[in-house]
T-cell receptor, first 111, second 114 residues
């Protein structure tokens, strides 16, 4: 069945380093992907999205890469800051209104 | 602040009871989504409404129901509550509910069933 998963449940990085959070998806028909950030006690916050006709999209300090060949999505955060500490989710949808979320990766930024 | 509001923030109740969670979407958004987030299952899509009508259903139990009112706010009703219903319930909204549209999440309601 459809699934969205993350390779690493917890990622620890030094402040100032770059972070890479990975996500694998199984539905080759998925055509829209989103990364969300969820801080403790808050709702998921939109970070960046990408459509399946793109391989890369950049935002402010964040880049999302999409590799449709291997059904892999990644979120790169440049110069990671303490405020980046949170759980990050990828989500996919395949032309329906239903989003499928991964279980999340916790990013810990070490001072 | 996403612009989506949810009340109450916390809710403690007993098994067998019924509760109602409320959501107001961002100004101008016509579509509302409900999600359940538990520790062991992550975010699970429950149901979507668009302009007052149900559009999509996910893993929503028969004990749960929802509706969207003419002013576009939505309510999620949970009845015959069980211990396993304890979770965070999030509402999200988007402008027209399209499949490639960003959903903006509210702060959630934390439900504890004792």
């Amino acid at each position: 069945g459809e699934s969205v998963g993350l390779h690493l449940p917890t990622l620890s990085v030094q402040e100032g380093d770059n972070s890479i959070i990975n996500c694998a998806y199984s539905n080759s028909a998925s055509d829209y992907f989103i990364w969300y950030k969820q801080e403790s006690g808050k709702g998921p916050q939109f970070i960046i999205d990408i459509r399946s006709n793109m391989d890369k999209r950049q935002g402010q300090r964040v880049t999302v890469l999409l590799n449709k060949t291997v059904k892999h999505l990644s979120l790169q955060i440049a110069a990671t800051q303490p405020g980046d500490s949170a759980v990050y989710f990828c989500a996919e949808t395949s032309g329906t209104y239903k989003y499928i979320f991964g279980t999340g990766t916790r990013l810990k930024v070490l001072a | 602040d996403s612009g989506v509001t949810q009340t109450p923030k916390h809710l403690i109740t007993a098994t067998g009871q019924r509760v109602t969670l409320r959501c107001s979407p961002r100004s101008g958004d016509l579509s509302v989504y409900w999600y359940q987030q538990s520790l062991d299952q992550g975010l699970q899509f429950l149901i979507q409404y668009y302009n007052g009508e149900e559009r999509a259903k996910g893993n929503i139990l028969e004990r749960f129901s929802a509706q969207q009112f003419p002013d576009l706010h939505s309510e999620l009703n949970l009845s015959s509550l069980e211990l396993g219903d304890s979770a965070l319930y999030f509402c999200a909204s988007s402008s027209s509910g399209g499949s490639q549209e960003t959903q903006y999440f509210g702060p959630g309601t934390r439900l504890l069933v004792l």
